[in-house]
């Protein structure tokens, strides 16, 4: 069965380290998101992507944070320096369409926590 | 700007029991409406997808319900087992978003006992 595949599965860094997360979507999905998911939340937008182009990061701290998906295929988020607020869970999804804003359903990976010390 | 809000926070029944979870949106300019299942420490799985011309999606002993005019969706879940026990998250994609993302709520963590 087709999966939204991420890594790693657990990162503890301390704070003011770089840190990265990897993200491959299902094959042939043209919209990949990345999700942050603070405990006990639901999960908040940081960044999408329709193909290999931004569609919204009004939400991503981008004094240290960064994403990109190169090819429109798989896509990695960094983070320099953490701070330890970011400790959450990194959350990637994709659907195959955004179209007209309809984003058809979304398939989420298993999702890579973050703890920063 | 959109707002998601689930209630109860948490529901503890015994097994066998018919639930409902509620879901409440204050924008009702949506595309869709999706109820999404999350086990502890793991990602978010997809349940029911309901577009906003739809009034409800069945699949299996789940139900889901949207009254886009009242802001409103309800999970009904038909005699619930402990397996089903998890956080059920609600999340709307809204005319009034830059991009086309999900917006959630906070969740409901159901326990089923056994």
């Known amino acids: 069965e087709a999966e939204v595949a991420q890594s790693p599965r657990y990162k503890i860094t301390e704070k003011s380290q770089a840190v990265a997360f990897w993200c491959d979507p299902i094959s042939g999905h043209a919209t990949l998101y990345w999700y942050r998911q603070i405990l006990g939340q639901g999960p908040e937008l940081l960044v999408q992507f329709q193909d290999e182009s931004v569609v919204d990061d009004s939400q991503l701290p981008k004094d240290r944070f960064s994403a990109e998906r190169l090819k429109g295929v798989d896509s990695t988020l960094k983070i320099q320096p953490a701070e330890l607020g970011d400790s959450a869970m990194y959350l990637c999804a994709s659907s195959l369409f955004a179209l007209g804003g309809n984003t058809g359903e979304l398939f989420f990976g298993e999702g890579s926590r973050l703890t920063v010390l | 700007k959109q707002e998601v809000t689930q209630i109860p926070a948490a529901l503890s029944v015994p097994e066998g029991e018919n639930l409902v979870l509620n879901c409440s949106f204050t924008?009702?300019?949506?595309?869709?409406l999706q109820w999404f299942r999350q086990d502890p420490g793991k990602g978010l799985t997809s349940l029911l997808l309901?577009?906003?011309?739809?009034r409800e999606q069945t699949s299996g002993r789940l139900n889901a319900s949207l009254d886009k005019s009242s802001g409103r969706s309800t999970l009904y879940i038909a005699a619930s087992q402990p397996g089903d026990s998890a956080t059920y998250l609600c999340a709307v994609t809204s005319y009034d978003q830059a991009g086309t993302a999900l917006i959630f709520g906070k969740g409901t963590t159901l326990s089923v006992s056994s």
């Open positions: 924008d009702s300019a949506i595309y869709n």
């Open positions: 309901i577009q906003s011309s739809q």
